[in-house]
Nanobody
Framework: QSDLVESGGGLVQPGGSLRLSCVGS????????IGWFRQSPGKEREGVAC???????AYADSVKGRYTISRDNAKNTVYLQMSSLNPEDTGLYYC??????????????????WGQGTQVTVSS
Protein backbone atom coordinates (compact mmCIF):
# COMPACT_ATOMS: atom_id res chain seq x y z
CA GLN A 1 0.00 0.00 0.00
CA SER A 2 1.26 3.42 -0.97
CA ASP A 3 2.26 5.90 1.71
CA LEU A 4 1.86 8.82 -0.68
CA VAL A 5 -1.47 10.67 -0.80
CA GLU A 6 -2.64 12.58 -3.86
CA SER A 7 -5.09 15.49 -3.80
CA GLY A 8 -6.16 18.53 -5.78
CA GLY A 9 -8.07 16.96 -8.63
CA GLY A 10 -11.43 18.20 -9.84
CA LEU A 11 -13.50 19.37 -12.76
CA VAL A 12 -11.97 22.11 -14.89
CA GLN A 13 -12.88 23.69 -18.20
CA PRO A 14 -10.62 23.34 -21.25
CA GLY A 15 -7.83 25.87 -21.04
CA GLY A 16 -7.97 25.90 -17.26
CA SER A 17 -5.41 25.01 -14.61
CA LEU A 18 -5.12 22.75 -11.59
CA ARG A 19 -2.44 21.99 -9.05
CA LEU A 20 -2.12 18.48 -7.70
CA SER A 21 -0.34 17.67 -4.45
CA CYS A 22 1.40 14.52 -3.30
CA VAL A 23 2.13 14.29 0.41
CA GLY A 24 4.27 11.69 2.11
CA SER A 25 6.45 11.18 5.13
CA UNK A 26 9.81 12.91 5.18
CA UNK A 27 11.67 9.62 4.97
CA UNK A 28 9.53 8.41 2.09
CA UNK A 29 9.35 11.46 -0.09
CA UNK A 30 12.22 13.85 0.50
CA UNK A 31 15.01 11.53 -0.58
CA UNK A 32 13.14 9.79 -3.36
CA UNK A 33 12.55 10.45 -7.03
CA ILE A 34 8.83 10.94 -7.52
CA GLY A 35 6.71 10.66 -10.63
CA TRP A 36 3.19 11.61 -11.62
CA PHE A 37 1.28 9.12 -13.75
CA ARG A 38 -2.19 9.22 -15.22
CA GLN A 39 -4.74 6.64 -16.27
CA SER A 40 -6.95 8.08 -18.98
CA PRO A 41 -10.14 6.37 -20.19
CA GLY A 42 -9.32 3.68 -22.73
CA LYS A 43 -5.57 4.19 -22.40
CA GLU A 44 -2.75 2.55 -20.52
CA ARG A 45 -1.33 4.27 -17.48
CA GLU A 46 1.46 6.62 -18.49
CA GLY A 47 4.09 8.68 -16.76
CA VAL A 48 3.71 12.40 -17.34
CA ALA A 49 6.41 13.96 -15.15
CA CYS A 50 9.11 13.06 -12.66
CA UNK A 51 11.41 14.88 -10.30
CA UNK A 52 14.72 13.70 -8.90
CA UNK A 53 15.64 14.16 -5.24
CA UNK A 54 17.69 17.22 -6.21
CA UNK A 55 14.94 18.86 -8.27
CA UNK A 56 15.88 17.84 -11.81
CA UNK A 57 12.75 17.16 -13.84
CA ALA A 58 11.56 15.29 -16.91
CA TYR A 59 8.27 15.35 -18.80
CA ALA A 60 6.33 13.34 -21.31
CA ASP A 61 6.11 15.06 -24.68
CA SER A 62 2.33 15.32 -24.36
CA VAL A 63 2.59 17.65 -21.35
CA LYS A 64 5.86 19.46 -21.96
CA GLY A 65 5.40 23.20 -21.63
CA ARG A 66 2.02 22.80 -19.89
CA TYR A 67 2.85 20.86 -16.74
CA THR A 68 5.39 21.72 -14.07
CA ILE A 69 6.49 19.31 -11.37
CA SER A 70 8.13 20.69 -8.24
CA ARG A 71 8.88 19.66 -4.69
CA ASP A 72 8.86 21.37 -1.31
CA ASN A 73 10.83 19.17 1.03
CA ALA A 74 9.96 21.35 4.03
CA LYS A 75 6.32 20.36 3.46
CA ASN A 76 7.04 16.79 2.35
CA THR A 77 5.11 17.55 -0.81
CA VAL A 78 5.52 17.18 -4.56
CA TYR A 79 3.29 19.29 -6.79
CA LEU A 80 2.06 18.99 -10.34
CA GLN A 81 0.96 22.33 -11.77
CA MET A 82 -1.14 21.76 -14.88
CA SER A 83 -2.18 24.49 -17.27
CA SER A 84 -3.77 24.79 -20.71
CA LEU A 85 -5.70 21.66 -19.90
CA ASN A 86 -7.63 19.85 -22.60
CA PRO A 87 -10.05 16.90 -22.52
CA GLU A 88 -7.20 14.49 -23.31
CA ASP A 89 -5.70 15.34 -19.92
CA THR A 90 -8.68 13.77 -18.20
CA GLY A 91 -7.75 10.85 -16.01
CA LEU A 92 -6.89 9.48 -12.61
CA TYR A 93 -3.56 10.95 -11.52
CA TYR A 94 -1.16 9.12 -9.23
CA CYS A 95 2.10 10.05 -7.59
CA UNK A 96 4.58 7.30 -6.90
CA UNK A 97 8.22 6.67 -6.18
CA UNK A 98 10.13 6.02 -9.39
CA UNK A 99 13.38 4.35 -10.30
CA UNK A 100 16.46 6.42 -10.91
CA UNK A 101 19.02 6.06 -13.65
CA UNK A 102 22.23 7.72 -14.67
CA UNK A 103 23.42 10.27 -12.09
CA UNK A 104 20.31 9.57 -10.04
CA UNK A 105 18.02 11.13 -12.62
CA UNK A 106 14.36 10.20 -12.28
CA UNK A 107 12.61 7.89 -14.69
CA UNK A 108 9.03 7.03 -15.61
CA UNK A 109 9.35 3.53 -14.12
CA UNK A 110 7.61 3.06 -10.80
CA UNK A 111 9.31 1.55 -7.81
CA UNK A 112 6.46 1.64 -5.34
CA UNK A 113 2.79 0.67 -5.02
CA TRP A 114 -0.05 2.65 -6.55
CA GLY A 115 -2.17 4.83 -4.30
CA GLN A 116 -5.77 5.95 -4.65
CA GLY A 117 -5.05 8.72 -7.13
CA THR A 118 -6.93 11.95 -7.69
CA GLN A 119 -9.41 12.43 -10.52
CA VAL A 120 -8.93 15.22 -13.06
CA THR A 121 -11.77 15.88 -15.48
CA VAL A 122 -11.42 18.45 -18.23
CA SER A 123 -14.78 19.25 -19.74
CA SER A 124 -16.97 22.16 -20.68
Amino acid sequence: QSDLVESGGGLVQPGGSLRLSCVGSRSTLNYSAIGWFRQSPGKEREGVACIAHDGRTAYADSVKGRYTISRDNAKNTVYLQMSSLNPEDTGLYYCIRVLTGVQAMCSMYRSGPWGQGTQVTVSS
